[in-house]
């Protein structure tokens, strides 16, 4: 990866960019490592633009029907979450089309070489790569144009995306030198909080994922509190009681993984989880755990269903936040044609 000065992002106004796809329920690691950490940079006085990005949810096949409840699902989320759409802008990406142009435009920076090695081509992809999606193969171009066409200098990412975000400072980096300008900001990934990765309730050794093939492998966004409840209380563990130190649950993912799921929900880390919980068993952990998660989704869950049941307004919002984001993006996108030699008449 290209090194870059520190001090490269100092003439950009701070901004952060993040996206989730809205191709499925979204789960409690989508709350943990995404839409709880957005809102408390929404917090911060920061410019924040956060966006379901549908141009990446059709690398692979999507059904229309679903994919547009998908959308509002996942914006009515945003929103129960707590992002304020008068605070932060909130738009779905194709309502924006300069994220496809800027995208075709960084397909013809990149290098084909940093493409086949991104990590999750390779995983996505498997043994049938040449029956995948153009889209998906430049999938990661599309992430740095999203990213790159705001300006954004922070982008809030799990672990598994942050090579997405390096990979956009490389782009930004070649276009710059290329055309020998300082356009382009060197966007930093921000991973942070206990519980950034939030692995399955059935295997901690596998990230929670929507598309598990086992329900309670996960907390979707839409249970109800006897659900939640019920799905900490059978999360798979070990025989053994939580340990006195954080150390002593090396070897233990299922263990972690609850350890850091209760310190993300309650706002602490994990070794005050285990100052409070070490020794005890999960007879006791887990009642405590399923509590906590119910206080703080189930009003959210409830909120999602309100909002679900008014779609015109959802549409309204991600449409007054499309134009706010079209505002920032179109002057940076008509720089980048006029910097690359394209006429513009208008």
Not at 61 to 73: F, G, I, N, S, Y
Not at 74 to 88: K, T
Not at 115 to 130: C, F, I, V, Y
Not at 319 to 337: N, R, S
Request: charged share 25%.
């Amino acid at each position: 990866m290209t090194d870059q000065p520190a001090d490269l992002n100092a003439k950009f106004q701070k901004r952060i960019f993040s996206g989730i796809q809205p191709s499925g329920n979204l789960t409690l690691g989508n709350y943990l490592g995404a839409l709880k950490r957005f809102v408390q940079k929404q917090d911060e006085g920061i410019e924040t633009i956060y966006c379901l990005v549908d141009l990446h949810a059709i690398t692979v096949w999507q059904d229309p029907e679903a994919l547009r409840r998908q959308t509002r699902e996942a914006a009515a989320a945003f929103i129960a979450a707590g992002i304020d759409p008068a605070r932060s802008i909130l738009f779905n990406q194709s309502q924006v089309s300069a994220h496809a142009e800027m995208g075709w435009l960084l397909n013809c920076v990149a290098r084909m070489g940093w493409m086949n090695r991104m990590t999750q081509w390779k995983d996505k992809a498997g043994k049938n790569a040449e029956k995948q999606s153009l889209g998906l193969f430049a999938y990661p171009t599309l992430m740095a144009a999203d990213i790159l066409l705001y300006h954004a200098t922070m982008v809030p990412v799990g672990e598994d995306q942050k090579q997405h975000v390096e990979l956009t400072r490389d782009i930004a980096a070649k276009f710059n030198h290329d055309y020998k300008v300082d356009f382009f900001p060197s966007p930093a990934p921000l991973i942070e909080g206990a519980a950034t990765r939030v692995m399955s309730l059935r295997d901690g050794s596998k990230k929670m994922s929507k598309s598990d093939p086992s329900d309670a492998s996960r907390i979707n966004m839409t249970d109800d509190a006897d659900t939640i409840a019920k799905k900490f209380r059978k999360a798979v563990t070990d025989p053994e009681p939580l340990p006195e130190t954080l150390e002593g649950l090396e070897g233990r993912a299922e263990a972690r993984n609850l350890v850091n799921v209760y310190a993300a929900l309650a706002d602490i880390s994990p070794e005050q989880v285990i100052a409070e919980f070490g020794g005890k068993g999960f007879g006791t952990f887990k009642p405590a755990l399923a509590d906590l998660a119910v206080s703080k989704l189930e009003p959210i869950s409830t909120e999602m269903s309100r909002l679900m049941a008014d779609p015109a307004e959802i549409d309204r919002i991600l449409g007054v936040g499309a134009e706010k984001a079209d505002a920032i993006a179109q002057p940076i996108l008509a720089k980048t044609l006029d910097i690359m030699g394209m006429i513009r008449s208008r």
